[in-house]
T-cell receptor, first 113, second 111 residues
Framework: NAGVMQNPRHLVRRRGQEARLRCSPM?????VYWYRQLPEEGLKFMVY????????ESGMPKERFSAEFPKEGPSILRIQQVVRGDSAAYFC???????????FGPGTRLTVL | DAKTTQPTSMDCAEGRAANLPCNHS???????VYWYRQIHSQGPQYIIH???NNETNEMASLIITEDRKSSTLILPHATLRDTAVYYC????????????FGTGTRLQVFP
């Protein structure tokens, strides 16, 4: 059973461009979580999704950020009009519906020039 | 979820046991103690969790005091690859909500 997969692993964008980060949960996992880790800081929760539903987006910035987890395909974290302050490591985690342990992917490191 | 307190940093000699403490004095009866670690630049890795009994798996042992107000994660034979930040997190049973990471303990294993 492959672990949580994230791509790309590294992403470079210029200010004002869009960033799309993908997360494929572990097989059988229907819960997806996104976390952000700014340089030299701790992990902060962003959003929790189940298939086709956003359950908790209390950690998402109100503007420019959006997330989805469609019925088919990976979960997408989308950042529009990126700014330098968006440079960070973005981690995705997944868990099965019957278990509360979250398993993390390797992360996507976003650099905004 | 209850708040946890961990030392900022610890050192351990390679091959020796690493004992990482965590205080969670406000823990509720239905809350588990979880441990994760983050090796530099990697995604957090689940280690172990427990409710009140001591737990052991291939990675570590978790010792929870009888009053459940504190716990200790034990890495029985630390290696250089165990150098990481270790996070103690308290969560309610069947809670599928977000994980709240504190500052954790930075464990440095030295040769």
């Amino acid at each position: 059973n492959a672990g949580v997969m994230q791509n790309p692993r590294h992403l470079v964008r210029r200010r004002g461009q869009e960033a799309r980060l993908r997360c494929s949960p572990m097989k059988g996992h229907s819960h997806v979580y996104w976390y952000r880790q700014l340089p030299e800081e701790g992990l902060k929760f962003m959003v929790y999704l189940q298939k086709e539903n956003i359950i908790d987006e209390s950690g998402m910035p109100k503007e420019r950020f959006s997330a989805e987890f469609p019925k088919e395909g990976p979960s997408i974290l989308r950042i529009q009009q990126v700014v330098r302050g968006d440079s960070a490591a973005y981690f995705c985690a997944s868990s099965p519906p019957s278990e509360d342990t979250q398993y993390f992917g390797p992360g996507t490191r976003l650099t905004v020039l | 979820d209850a708040k946890t307190t961990q030392p900022t940093s610890m050192d351990c000699a390679e091959g020796r046991a690493a004992n990482l403490p965590c205080n969670h004095s406000t823990i509720s009866g239905n809350e588990y103690v979880y441990w994760y670690r983050q090796i530099h630049s990697q995604g957090p890795q689940y280690i172990i969790h427990g409710l009140k009994n001591n737990e052991t798996n291939e990675m570590a042992s978790l010792i929870i005091t009888e009053d459940r107000k504190s716990s200790t994660l034990i890495l029985p034979h630390a290696t250089l690859r165990d150098t990481a930040v270790y996070y103690c997190i308290v969560r309610a049973l069947y809670n599928t909500d977000k994980l709240i990471f504190g500052t954790g303990t930075r464990l440095q294993v030295f040769p």
